[in-house]
């Protein structure tokens, strides 16, 4: 299996930061790679794909990047509704693997 | 508009198989490159794939639960399901089925289904 380790596992920031999340791969998953957002006692909700493809309707402050086995999420100009938990998934390989996740909490 | 819903048993004891049914709408799982696979995650832990279904009933499995997973579909009725068989505490989690296509990993997700294993 793919062991996706995702950094760090809680983050705090403040309104206006920009926030990096990482996501490394055990091997190269070649951008097969999602970033999901969860808000408390809601379903995750999908905000790039292909690494770096933006989902339809999620704002352009979500961006993601990354090749190989190294990937990130990165937030511009944080907003209150951005407080969540981000998962990242590998789909290169069954099975499909998520990271633990990043608790994202405002300063 | 792509919907899904969730629906199972809510409490089950151990041992006994666990039946889930994601009924959707807005999207056809005849369709070619279509898919809907199912995801868990214990409360307060992180998300656990599970198994996926496709258009054309190629089926995937996380080998980690072994032999105890079974996905189907019903097409006509716009229904995807997933059986576990003999389960234990440490199946207790929210379940959820999403769409998938070979375009994008899951795009639409159901609002999740609580399931409690206890004796």
């Known amino acids: 299996d793919i062991r996706m380790t995702q950094s760090p596992a809680s983050l705090s920031a403040s309104l206006g930061e920009t926030v990096n999340i990482e996501c490394l791969a055990s091997?190269?998953?070649?951008?097969?790679l999602a970033w999901y957002q969860q808000k408390p006692g809601k379903s995750p909700q999908l905000l790039i794909y292909?690494?770096?493809s933006l989902q339809n309707g999620v704002p352009s402050r979500f961006s993601g990047s990354g090749s190989g086995t190294q990937y990130s999420l990165k937030i511009n100009s944080l907003q209150s509704e951005d407080v969540a938990t981000y998962f990242c998934?590998?789909?290169?390989?069954?099975?499909?693997?998520f990271g633990a996740g990043t608790k994202l909490e405002l300063k | 508009q792509v919907t899904l819903k969730e629906s199972g048993p809510g409490i089950l004891q151990p041992s006994q198989t666990l039946s889930l049914t994601c009924t959707f709408s807005?999207?056809?799982?005849?369709?070619?490159?279509?898919?809907v696979g199912w995801i868990r995650q214990p409360s307060g832990k992180g998300l656990e794939w599970l198994a996926n279904?496709?258009?054309?009933?190629?089926?995937y499995y996380n080998p980690s639960l072994k032999n105890r997973l079974t996905i189907s579909k019903d097409t006509s009725n716009n229904q995807a399901f997933l059986k576990i068989t003999n389960v234990d505490t440490a199946d207790t989690a929210t379940y959820y089925c999403?769409?998938?296509?070979?375009?994008?990993?899951?795009?639409?997700w159901g609002q999740g289904v609580m399931v409690t294993v206890s004796s």
């Open positions: 999403a769409r998938f296509r070979v375009t994008t990993p899951f795009d639409y």
């Open positions: 807005g999207f056809s799982l005849s369709t070619y490159g279509m898919g």
């Open positions: 279904i496709w258009w054309d009933d190629d089926k």
């Open positions: 091997e190269d998953i070649y951008s097969d």
């Open positions: 292909n690494a770096n």
């Open positions: 998934q590998q789909y290169n390989n069954y099975p499909n693997t």
